[in-house]
């Protein structure tokens, strides 16, 4: 499946913002889905994932409460709604397909381009 990821911009904190993944060449039910974000300097971290088949979702604890992770069969997209963004929440972000569960960064073959969020304080 190819992943394209899309949606980020420049927002100040407090503000909301959905990132959108369009899949192409296989439907998204296939597979377990994330949205991995990687800030400069710093380890990619696995931030939101799903498991529509098992029933699971990983939300990352700093973005709890404020992070949703949705998607849209009919689109083959799925979605990252951010809520309260924090400055902290600046890097890139890269939505993930994976057949495995739990995600992990290891295990992703492709990771696309990613969709830059920036948020000022």
């Known amino acids: 499946v190819q992943l394209q990821a899309s949606g980020g911009g420049l927002v100040q904190a407090g503000d909301s913002l959905t990132l959108s993944c369009a899949a192409s060449?296989?439907?998204?039910?296939?597979?377990?889905m994330g949205w991995f974000r990687q800030a400069p300097g710093k380890e990619r971290e696995l931030v939101a994932a799903?498991?529509?088949?098992?029933?699971?979702?990983y939300i990352e604890d700093s973005v709890k409460g404020r992070f949703a992770i949705s998607r849209d069969l009919a689109k083959n997209t799925m979605y990252l709604q951010m809520n309260n963004l924090k400055p902290e929440d600046a890097a890139v972000y890269y939505c993930?397909?994976?057949?495995?569960?739990?995600?992990?960064?290891?295990?992703?073959?492709?990771w696309g381009q990613g969709t830059l969020v920036t948020v000022s304080s």
């Open positions: 993930v397909a994976s057949s495995r569960w739990p995600i992990v960064k290891e295990v992703i073959a492709s």
């Open positions: 060449g296989r439907t998204l039910n296939n597979y377990h």
């Open positions: 799903r498991s529509w088949r098992r029933g699971s979702t």
